[in-house]
């Protein structure tokens, strides 16, 4: 990066971090540090909402994966709507009456204290594992842009997330998230402005589209169904996305304290229903056009070189290798098809502009085929670095957006685009150790502890408990770097293994007034958790086939069933 990159980068992290301490300013105790003193509007419980969602994984490994796989991950937001719904009609009113400061108060309501500690530790498995998940996300940029080892990388984001969640608490986090959203938004479009504007003279945004969707990336709306029936190991099509999606989505929105502390912190229930019903509007499209801009980047490497790995870590790897003659090859005829691919792309969207039908289908036919032949040339290099390299790994999905950004767009705009990339994480992290923070505090420390604290001793105890989350999270993002999976998808599989039993206890806990005994809910919590876990590692060793997304219906499905079938024949008496 240049001077002027820096530049605009350190003074836009700096400006935020100052404007959130400044804004930060609450009563030293839990209700200040954890929900703002109950204070926000619903615009700034909406923005905080998506802030929290939308982590630098969404703005990093989003365009990549639209990139490589083409834009049906969007349908993984279709079940998002309705589940807002239902959160703000069933889930919203009764912790805002209880005036809770986390979900799994209720379940010690309901239920017991065994059944909210098994609850709140299912949170911290998942939670604490995806928050540090989400921490290697903006060390990537540090380790690509510095050369650094991605282990001292870890530690420096880490330290100062750590410093900055610590400073300010629940509304430090809102209202940066407030500035952070409108940045995020303000340098996304540039970028898709600039890919557009970078693109040959005669070829314009339609014209892009064009391409991409004639190359299978416009694949917004799949089905699932295959001459053999629905496929099940499908990841992501409408039937995953509507009932996989509604049921992750009313487990994230519903039951995990990352989300419940935000829209917790509203002044009123209806500003808590409105943040909620406003993200549930402006979630499917704001992915939509994040994952426009992978299929944008795509369409722009057809007129222009592409790597043919995006991480030049791995790459150079490859290179110190045995098979470092065989890369110089195939990078050779890697190259000589994009040249070929140049040339079939332009003649295509002549054809098209002049209306000669037959020569578009001929040149879009040749572009078809180079572009398989150019992916199989990357497979290979993807199976060197699986297979053949020590420490190599094959999946650049989460490099792509970033090497062209670095590459590609004009001084100062790149600089902009990594603070993006910076502050979206340093959002979503924080108000994720936050909510860890919280549970740590609310659901054990003062649940167990002897001592009577004051309102400045447990805040003072919470930030310690930040401290420690903090720490456990950057331990995490030590072992994240060989995850296999784009980091998108990596923390929605995490999340899919313990959402749906969490939503599932939730579920009895609402609708199952009958249940007043907690040993069913208990023990069929922790047997529908073994069921999914068991499911999950079926698929992975090729059992049989199934996308994660489904791993949500079951896990809540098998609480409520497990409950039920427990309460009727092992417990009914002693209830």
């Not at 605009?8 to 971090?17: D, E, G, N, P, Y």
């Not at 995490?476 to 959402?499: Q, R």
Request: net charge positive.
């Amino acid at each position: 990066m240049s001077l002027a990159d820096w530049i605009v980068l350190v003074v836009t992290l700096l400006s935020i971090v100052a404007y959130g301490l400044y804004k930060s300013r609450t009563s030293r105790n839990l209700d200040g540090y954890f929900l703002s003193n109950r204070s926000m509007p619903w615009g700034l419980v909406l923005l905080s909402i998506m802030g929290t969602q939308a982590s630098a994984i969404t703005f990093l490994s989003a365009p990549g994966q639209a990139y490589t796989d083409g834009m049906r991950f969007v349908q993984y937001y279709f079940g998002i709507p309705l589940a807002m719904v239902v959160i703000s009609i069933f889930f919203v009113p009764i912790f805002h009456r209880l005036r809770v400061y986390t979900a799994y108060e209720y379940l010690e309501q309901r239920f017991d204290g065994k059944t909210r500690t098994l609850t709140s530790l299912l949170f911290f498995l998942q939670r604490g594992l995806s928050t540090g998940i989400s921490v290697f996300a903006p060390s990537i940029i540090l380790s690509s842009l510095l050369g650094w080892d991605i282990i001292w990388t870890n530690l420096f984001m880490g330290g100062l997330l750590i410093i900055y969640t610590m400073s300010g608490g629940a509304k430090a986090v809102a209202y940066t998230q407030q500035i952070q959203l409108f940045i995020v938004f303000t340098g996304m479009f540039l970028a898709a402005y600039m890919v557009v504007r970078m693109l040959p003279a005669d070829v314009g945004f339609a014209d892009a589209l064009q391409v991409g969707g004639k190359l299978g990336k416009l694949n917004i709306i799949t089905t699932g169904f295959t001459d053999k029936g629905f496929n099940w190991s499908d990841q992501y099509n409408l039937l995953s996305g509507i009932i996989g999606g509604f049921f992750l989505a009313l487990s994230y929105f519903g039951t995990d304290q990352s989300q419940v502390g935000r829209y917790l912190t509203a002044k009123s229930l209806k500003e808590s229903r409105m943040g909620l019903l406003m993200n549930g509007i402006v979630k499917v499209p704001m992915q939509f056009l994040i994952l426009l801009i992978g299929v944008l980047v795509f369409t722009f490497y057809q007129f222009n070189n592409a790597p043919i790995f995006f991480n030049d870590v791995q790459l150079k790897k490859l290179e110190a290798s045995a098979y470092k003659d065989s890369l110089k090859i195939v990078q050779g005829q890697y190259a000589a098809v994009a040249v070929n691919k140049q040339q079939a792309v332009r003649d295509y969207t002549m054809a098209r502009h002049a209306g000669e039908e037959e020569k578009e289908t001929a040149s879009l036919a040749s572009l078809q085929s180079l572009q398989k032949e150019s992916d199989s040339l990357r497979k290979k290099v993807v199976f060197w670095l699986n297979k053949k390299v020590p420490g190599g790994d094959g999946n650049d999905t989460n490099y792509i957006f970033l090497r062209f950004v670095v590459d590609h767009l004009p001084v100062g705009l790149v600089g902009l685009l990594i603070a993006i990339i910076f502050l979206a994480s340093w959002g979503s992290i924080a108000a994720a150790i936050n909510s860890l923070a919280s549970c740590s505090m609310v659901d054990f420390h003062r649940r167990f502890t002897k001592k009577k604290d004051s309102g400045e001793d447990e805040y003072r105890l919470s930030k310690w408990y930040t401290l420690g989350w903090g720490i456990f999270c950057i331990i995490v993002a030590m072992f994240t770097y060989n995850i296999g999976n784009s980091l998108i998808e990596a923390v929605n599989i995490l999340g899919s293994l313990f959402y749906g039993v969490i939503l599932g206890v939730f579920l009895v806990a609402f609708f199952f007034k009958r249940i007043t005994n907690s040993n069913p809910v208990f023990w069929g919590a922790i047997l529908a958790q073994i069921m999914v876990l068991f499911v999950f590692i079926l698929t992975k060793v090729g059992v049989f086939q199934m996308g994660f997304l489904w791993l949500n219906p079951i896990g809540a499905f098998g609480v409520v069933g497990f409950t039920l079938l427990l309460d009727q024949f092992v417990f009914a008496k002693k209830s």
